[in-house]
């Protein structure tokens, strides 16, 4: 029997933390399951008083607080709570994620069949109010989908995520980097880090988590604040692992090229819907072109839905 530990880390969101616990409640599976909460919200402890309300859960449920203000720090302290069980594989989701019943049983399926040491899941949006036709086509809005369940090269995100125990233990501590602390990013920097220490990834089709994605996500403006924000990060983690001017003169040409050739395209593309995602990759070579002036976005400062 699998031991799996499913790690949550949560900053004012009780509501969607009491959906995501009661959507664990009814796994349907044959796993051995432990829930940790890590509240980012040394003030409110709303997530932490939300699992102490809980009796005769289903499962083992160990919430905690996590005084220090920041993603990579939750993620952290969630990491070393869950070495210090029994565990098999680590499995991540978000405060505003919830599983389908058969999600943890199909990660165990995919990761058999593959071997893979990550995995990553399909994502479907609920929606509190229906976003415009621009909006709905931009990362964070539109269903984040795998082609198939199979390997992949690259894992971009921890929502939806399934890990074997040895993603943890082989990486330096910490294994998030806290200096992406409100800006996000720090999973894109553990997967790299994975990837260069020649772990495995891989997608599963059938894992399905749905996201609800508030009013003030559902816009085409804090869509485009995502993909600059996405630039930023992106860059400062490239940054980070690069290896001499060469790498810094690949991306700069990445950049210059995305200068000159999107403005075009969302011209032309304007009349097909296509504009929008010229824009967004504007939007993205302008936040990289701020990290490489030393500036950052903290996008987690605000926090959206309840």
Request: charged share 25%.
């Amino acid at each position: 029997m699998a031991e799996v530990i499913v790690a949550v880390p949560t900053f004012r969101r009780p509501q969607g933390l009491r959906r995501l616990l009661d959507a664990l409640a009814h796994l349907e599976t044959g796993a051995d399951v432990r829930v940790l909460v890590a509240d980012n919200d040394s003030e409110r402890h709303e997530g932490l008083d939300a699992c102490a309300a809980l009796k005769d859960y289903r499962w083992p449920l160990d919430a905690f607080l996590v005084p220090e203000r920041g993603i990579a720090q939750a993620r952290n302290a969630l990491v070393e709570r869950a070495l210090s069980y029994r565990c098999d594989f680590i499995a991540m989701l978000d405060d505003d994620e919830w599983p389908q019943p058969q999600w943890l049983d199909a990660f165990l399926k995919t990761q058999r069949e593959t071997g893979a040491d990550a995995l990553h899941g399909d994502i479907l949006r609920a929606f509190e109010t229906k976003p415009g036709a621009w909006a709905a086509r931009c990362d964070g809005v539109a269903p984040l989908l795998g082609a198939r369940s199979g390997p992949i090269p690259m894992i971009e995100g921890s929502g939806n995520v399934f890990l074997s125990r040895a993603c943890f233990e082989r990486l330096e501590k910490p294994c998030f980097d806290p200096a992406f602390a409100l800006s996000g990013g720090e999973d894109r920097d553990f997967f790299e880090r994975l990837r260069r220490k020649g772990l495995r990834f891989a997608w599963s089709k059938e894992a399905v988590v749905h996201a609800f994605v508030p009013a003030s996500r559902a816009t085409l403006g804090w869509a485009l604040k995502r993909a600059y924000r996405v630039g930023n990060s992106d860059m400062r983690v490239m940054l980070k692992h690069a290896h001499g001017r060469r790498d810094r003169i690949t991306e700069t040409i990445k950049i210059v090229a995305a200068l000159l050739l999107f403005p075009l395209l969302f011209v032309l593309g304007a009349a097909n819907g296509r504009a929008v995602q010229a824009l967004r990759r504007l939007c993205r070579a302008a936040g990289k072109i701020a990290a490489l002036r030393g500036r950052f976005y903290d996008e987690y400062a605000v926090t959206h839905g309840s």
